[in-house]
């Protein structure tokens, strides 16, 4: 692709540097990303870093992480404000997290239990795999999803005969469960019922 003689003079004149331009998109057509000089040169003249974005996305690629240009720049853009620039982002992202929780609420001592029809007392435990996702790094969506999964859960168990035929639709519960909360990050849930 390179830049043309009327483009390099085009980005002098806008005070942005020719070189660091013309490695980016060196990066870009080698790596397939599809991005245009129109569009790079946009994000320069925003106060954006294009390297770190097209690196970012490059990473982002590498690790199964689901980010777009518009996402990734957003992201490199309000590192000012957030104090989080585009890497620590994505490194965050790349990591996969756990949360565990047996109570109704994350700050609540109340266990999270609930009773079969036969009137017994079961204790449940959740615990959620999940990587986050670019958008929720700013205000991470799990623990937004606890009581809101812990309400779900207890209903499950009340909708039970006994504590038996609550056990063998544990895998079943698990899928529906992960079903409410795919769209936080969350690959896996798995429940442990056991006798309060």
Request: aromatic letters at 6%.
């Amino acid at each position: 692709m390179g830049i043309s003689v009327s483009q390099r003079l085009y980005l002098m004149c806008l005070h942005i540097p020719v070189s660091k331009v013309a490695r980016t998109l060196s990066l870009i057509e080698r790596n397939g990303l599809g991005i245009t000089l129109r569009e790079l040169t946009a994000h320069h003249l925003a106060g954006g870093d294009v390297e770190a974005v097209v690196n970012g996305l490059l990473f982002a690629r590498e690790h199964s992480i689901p980010l777009h240009w518009r996402e990734a720049t957003a992201i490199d853009l309000v590192r000012s404000s957030t104090g989080k620039a585009l890497p620590e982002v994505l490194g965050a992202c790349a990591e996969p997290r756990t949360y565990t929780f047996d109570t109704f609420s994350a700050d609540g001592p109340g266990p999270l239990v609930g009773f079969t029809r036969d009137g017994t007392r079961i204790r449940a435990t959740c615990t959620l795999r999940y990587r986050l996702t670019p958008q929720h790094v700013f205000g991470s969506t799990i623990e937004r999803q606890h009581e809101r999964l812990a309400v779900r859960i207890a209903i499950l168990i009340n909708e039970a005969p006994d504590p038996h035929l609550l056990e063998m639709a544990k895998s079943q519960h698990e899928q529906r469960l992960l079903s409410l909360c795919v769209e936080a990050g969350v690959q896996d849930v798995s429940l442990e019922y056991r006798r309060a």
